[in-house]
């Protein structure tokens, strides 16, 4: 079991569409992120979460709406997206934000496919 | 300016031989850099991590830093086919971390 997982692993969806994608960390970690990555593009961080409170949301559109219950849980809930939103959305956590040597470790991504 | 830079490639290297990696970046209050290796269509996982300037070594990796120089390099010792992947630099200061975007690394058997 890897210790970030992510469902779905795919998803397909139309613009006028709701949906959600989960992330689960089984690493006891406190901080969980969002980043979007597009072909030929870096990683976009889009949402840092630490101990459950948002600390960080780079210029996302409102379309794209994160939740964290807790710790271990986050969700991405997608609405009204657009064909350029699709992406590979990968979800990532660390140990906690202030500690230099932090690493992140990310789980296997959700394929989004906006038509 | 991009915070992380890095050549997309593709650098290709014969099996055995060694890959050199080399990833820039612009913010001088960095404190912690990490190499990731991609493969397509799967997520990045965490080669190798360095803090302080100088070589450290795992293995077949060596992850090379020079803070004064801002630069960041990866090298991989006896490269295999399976080592062909992309090879993300990130870099971070506190909560913001940065990724480039990336050397796609071929190794031609």
């Known amino acids: 079991e890897t210790g970030v997982t992510q469902t779905p692993r795919h998803l397909v969806m139309g613009m006028t569409n709701k949906k959600s994608l989960k992330c689960e960390q089984h690493?006891?970690?406190?901080?969980m992120y969002w980043y979007k990555q597009s072909a030929k593009k870096p990683l976009e961080l889009m949402f840092v979460y630490s101990l459950e409170e948002r600390v960080e949301n780079n210029s996302v559109p409102s379309r794209f709406s994160p939740e964290c219950p807790n710790s271990s849980h986050l969700f991405l809930h997608l609405h009204t997206l657009q064909p350029e939103d699709s992406a590979l959305y990968l979800c990532?956590?660390?140990?906690?934000?202030?500690?230099?040597?932090?690493?992140?470790?990310f789980g296997e991504g959700s394929w989004l496919t906006v038509v | 300016q991009k915070e992380v830079e890095q050549n997309s490639g593709p650098l290709s290297v014969p099996e055995g031989a060694i890959a050199s990696l080399n990833c820039t970046y612009s913010d001088r209050g960095s404190q912690s850099f990490f190499w990731y290796r991609q493969y397509s269509g799967k997520s990045p996982e965490l080669i190798m991590s360095?803090?302080?300037?100088g070589d450290k070594e795992d293995g077949r990796f060596t992850a090379q830093l020079n803070k004064a120089s801002q630069y960041v390099s990866l090298l991989i010792r006896d490269s295999q086919p399976s080592d062909s992947a992309t090879y993300l630099c990130a870099v971070r200061n506190f909560n913001k971390f940065y990724f480039g975007s990336g050397t796609k690394l071929n190794v031609k058997p």
């Open positions: 360095i803090y302080s300037n």
């Open positions: 990532a956590s660390s140990q906690d934000l202030s500690s230099p040597g932090n690493t992140i470790y």
């Open positions: 690493l006891g970690h406190n901080a």
